[in-house]
């Protein structure tokens, strides 16, 4: 294992990952762990946007008074 620098957390980890991909244990598969991230990445953009929105709104009502 020194070869490839995995540790024995390592391999554990990703054999526990394979059990949970393959169906024979709980837990959320690769699949689902990945669309997880890129929702939690979208929603964080998206939170940003109406940031911006809610900013840009409050500028242009006292622009316009």
Known sequence: MKDFDLT???VRDRVRQAEIDAGE??????DEREELARLRRENRRLREDVDILRRA????ATETR
């Open 25 to 30: 244990r709980d837990g959320r598969t690769s």
């Open 57 to 60: 709104t409050a500028f242009f």
């Open 8 to 10: 024995e957390a390592t």
